[in-house]
């Protein structure tokens, strides 16, 4: 009932949230649905208040008036009074009626308002109450509740329940009908202006109208869900939010958006979101009343209020209030519910809230953000700070689309915000950019045109950026940032010309700007000085080369750690040869065991126990795989689907097939792609954090006869850019690096091989016992972190002379700075899995997320060593070529 400003017509569209089971099990609800015949009574609903009106007065005990002209907080145009003439009690019902004031009167109109605050106050039941309701444009009655105690704070983070509203029955709606809608809302969040409500109208199937009759409208309050109810049909139901975590414990979404509320934590002292049982999990108190126009009804129907409708007063009507307390479980309201197929679902009872969507966590991994790159980014709009101009979108004939500010005489500073004071579209949300991950690489970057000089054309230009709501600030001279060929650019931009400026977040760093919580981008002359600037801004973004991870699950031969399998048919997927463009494939085959089939890292399936993590991709990143149809199912008309499992199958995902991008059926002897984005797959409910199983497959049961074929199934991300690796050695050793040998006092030369290798490093073995291979200079090494989940140690080795002990096993051994941490391998465990041959060039790879889950760090490698083991290689001679730390 408070401050409500707009008529409650609001579903958004919402994610349905199943719980999947394992292979070939489907999707289900995870929702017991009781089938609860409403017409008779539901005997653990036991009656603890209640006032039938069958006496002759008002029950203060019960009741209480509020007397005043407040106006609701709506710009209501009644005053409350305790006056017989507005609220009575006859037969057998209480009247509260609206009538015309007296001349002269404070307000327009005359009413009541009765609470039971402190003398009837509930946590969780069954509010009932049966009434006729009263009629005419600007009519608004209500039974609701508002919080005993506002334990956390101001209207409405402490919440209200609006159990039914009406307003303007009878009057005329936009297509002629008169009015017959009821409201069930619930008001929460921030507190006002920033509030938060959802909630559904309600019709009568019949067509009648609740001002004719009486009828009956409750609610049923327990721990996590509110539902509302017309002649006991349950219309809506709300719940708190439940949030998504991945397996990690982070907060990624919400699985259900329902309500919420912000109050401040006890211990930081700072306003934060809960999704939890609260607000409503206090006591609350009953109220009635009949307001007469305001925000809501005089904006709606016929607009403003029906004079005529109340000359003779407005009646409501209210039969009894009744409230039941659920016997089974009363502490938390559970186990009386009156439910019916559908409550639970967003197609049609289940209201979907407005609480806001938690931030996903840091990927750790650089996320470009385009402010402006020639359509509006709602969560960045263009901004004059303080000289009431509105920067507007122009057509300009180089750039197309750009950013025109113009600047008065009043001082202002102008330039792109992402606070929630300045986002005026319903699309946007404050979302300060974490520069963190890039800082090192990353820059605030934009092209400035200025099309007139302030009328002071000496006056400085400058950049300037805060974070944090202003709680850390830097500000350059423009030309700082200038990148362009005019070396002697000064402070003032060039008149009529496009120009490109950047500046390096670590500058802004070690200017003392929090760079993780970036918030306003300004561009301007100086204050008080740019009285007749206009000028233009394109391209305005912050940005680095990303370096995102990758998953490469079978691009011509099988990943170890992500075997082909057979869920449940008892097959074993095989590799085959297809066309020139596909080499090698997996190839899958269905039997008469009903199965599904992909590719799993399940340790007990035969995996490498490694899950994805691809939380990095969920902007823009994709699951993506070629597919060719050998023979289609005997049941030709069978489905095909995809899905998708993580961490131990707590979560997953089936989609059919036709809802990749490309969205087509496979048909039998062409390959063809399928694309299916991060971000849909998690929206969807998945885990992305720890991806485990990837199927495709016929639908269950009816893949009988199908074979088939996978190609280039990887998850990446489009605009990955080769994370930079080191090339130890190739002709000459990396700068900064040299080759080395340990402790045998000889020097390793560079000397010519074949063709295929030209010059390589030889390293000869004698007496005394040593290792070998490639050393970084003091102070320097090698941070790897961006190819972890990619990147490798690989080298090219030709032994020409095996030592003395032809048994001496051949190692690899890698280090950090000053040996702090270190990982001793046998050249056998490479991926290619063979010792050296005298006279052969053979290749070794050595994954850094093995030598990391060894305990490499591989942030600071500085030696990198192949040598036989420790006092074994007296006449060792070997050559190394080719040795880099880079992606797979």
């Known amino acids: ?12 569209a919402a994610i349905s949230v199943t719980t999947l089971v394992g292979c070939g099990g489907g999707a289900t609800t995870d929702t017991d649905i009781n089938i609860v015949d409403t017409t008779q009574p539901v005997t653990d609903w036991e009656l603890v208040w209640s006032d039938d009106f069958d006496g002759t007065s008002i029950d203060d005990s019960k009741w209480t008036h509020e007397v005043n002209c407040a106006g609701g907080g709506n710009n209501e145009s009644q005053c409350y009074t305790d006056s017989d003439a507005n609220s009575y009690v006859a037969d ?28 009837a106050d509930f946590k969780y039941g069954r509010f009932e109450m049966r009434a006729k309701l009263p009629s005419g444009q600007g009519s608004w009655p209500a039974f609701w509740m508002m919080p005993t105690d506002s334990v956390y704070g101001g209207w409405p983070r402490s919440g209200e329940i609006d159990i039914m509203e009406a307003v303007n029955l009878k009057a005329m709606d936009a297509d002629g009908n008169p009015e017959a809608n009821i409201h069930g809302t619930l008001h929460y969040g921030s507190e006002w202006p920033n509030n938060k409500y959802s909630g559904k109208a309600y019709k009568l199937p019949d067509g009648s109208n609740p001002a004719d009759d009486f009828h009956t409208y409750a609610v049923e309050w327990q721990e996590g869900e509110i539902r509302w109810y017309m002649d006991d049909y349950l219309y809506a139901t709300q719940r708190k939010s439940t949030v998504r975590y991945n397996s990690k414990g982070e907060a990624t979404g919400l699985a259900h958006r329902g309500w919420y509320t912000e109050y401040f934590d006890q211990t930081s002292g700072e306003l934060q979101n809960y999704y939890t049982n609260a607000p409503f999990d206090q006591e609350f108190f009953m109220i009635l009343n009949l307001a007469v126009g305001g925000d809501w009804p005089s904006n709606v129907n016929e607009l403003g209020i029906d004079a005529e409708a109340f000359a003779e007063g407005q009646t409501y009507e209210i039969d009894y209030v009744h409230v039941y307390q659920c016997s089974t479980n009363p502490d938390t309201g559970k186990g009386c519910e009156t439910v019916r197929p559908g409550y639970a679902s967003t197609d049609d009872a289940l209201v979907e809230g407005e609480a806001p969507i938690p931030s996903p966590p840091s990927s750790g991994v650089a996320q470009n953000l385009t402010i402006f790159g020639g359509t509006t980014n709602p969560n960045w709009p263009a901004w004059d700070c303080c000289g009431g101009s509105t920067p507007t979108i122009i057509d300009d004939v180089e750039k197309g689309d750009v950013y025109e500010f113009s600047i008065g005489a009043t001082p202002t500073v102008m330039g792109f915000v992402s606070r929630s004071t300045f986002i005026t579209d319903p699309d946007g949300q404050a979302t300060p950019f974490d520069g963190a991950p890039m800082v090192e690489t990353g820059s605030v970057k934009f092209d400035l ?8 054309a000496s006056a ?19 030309s700082t940032g200038y990148v ?9 931009p060039e008149e009529g010309v496009w120009e490109t400026y950047e500046f390096p977040l670590s500058m802004l760093d070690e200017a003392g700007l929090d760079v993780s919580a970036i918030d306003v981008i300004m561009v301007f002359p100086a204050w008080g000085a740019g009285d007749g600037a206009t000028y233009r801004m394109a391209n305005v973004e912050i940005s680095a080369e990303s370096n995102y991870p990758e998953l490469v699950i079978f691009e011509d031969a099988t990943n170890p750690n992500w075997p082909m399998w057979d869920c449940c048919g008892g097959s074993t997927p095989t590799e085959e040869m297809d066309d020139d463009a596909h080499g090698l494939t997996a190839e899958f085959r269905i039997g008469a065991e009903p199965t599904v089939m992909g590719f799993t890292t399940r340790s007990l399936d035969g995996g490498g126990d490694t899950p994805f993590d691809a939380t990095a991709l969920a902007d823009g990143g994709l699951l993506q795989f070629d597919m060719r149809v050998v023979s289609l199912p005997n049941d030709a008309s069978a489905a095909w689907l995809f899905k998708v499992e993580s961490n131990g199958a707590s979560t997953a995902i089936e989609l059919p097939i036709t809802e990749s991008v490309e969205g087509e059926a496979p048909f039998e002897g062409e390959w063809q792609t399928y694309t299916f984005p991060i971000a849909d797959l998690q929206a969807g409910g ?26 280039n199934m990887k998850l990446y991300h489009p605009d990955a850019g080769a ?17 080395w040998d340990c402790c045998g006092g000889s020097t390793p030369t560079i000397e010519a091989d074949d063709d295929a290798h030209g010059d390589v490093a030889e390293f000869r073995i004698g007496g005394t016992p040593t290792v070998m291979g490639f050393l970084a200079d003091e102070e320097v090494s090698f941070d790897a972190s961006a190819l972890l989940t990619t990147g490798a140690v690989r080298f090219e080795m030709k032994v020409t002379s095996m030592p003395a002990d032809s048994t001496a096993p051949w190692l690899f051994k890698i280090e950090s700075t000053g040996a702090a941490t270190a990982v001793e391998l046998p050249l056998s465990e490479s991926l ?36 036989p083991a420790w006092g074994q290689g007296d006449g060792a001679v070997y050559r190394i070529d080719n040795a880099e730390i880079a992606a797979q």
């Open 832 to 867: 290619e899995g063979v010792d050296p041959v005298a006279g052969e060039w053979q290749t070794y790879t050595f994954p850094l997320q093995t030598l990391s889950d060894l305990g490499l760090d591989v942030s600071d490698i500085n030696v990198v060593m192949v040598f």
């Open 449 to 456: 045109k200025v099309t007139s000089l302030p009328s002071d």
């Open 686 to 711: 998945l885990d992305i954090s720890a991806i485990d199983v990837i199927m495709v497959f016929p639908a269950w049961g009816a893949g009988e006869g199908a074979a088939y074929r996978i190609d």
């Open 484 to 492: 362009g060929p005019n070396e002697s650019a000064g402070d003032t």
């Open 1 to 12: 009932m408070t401050k409500k400003i707009t008529q409650l017509s609001r579903l958004a």
């Open 92 to 119: 057998g019902a209480l009247h509260i009626v609206a009538l015309p004031a007296e001349e002269g009167a404070e307000k327009p109109y005359t009413s009541a308002r009765l609470v039971t605050q402190y003398k």
């Open 460 to 478: 400085a230009w400058l950049f300037k950026i805060e974070s944090s709501e202003g709680s850390t600030a830097v500000e350059f001279p423009l």
């Open 723 to 739: 994370a930079a690796g080191l090339t130890l050695f190739a002709d000459t050793a990396a700068d900064m690096w040299s080759v």
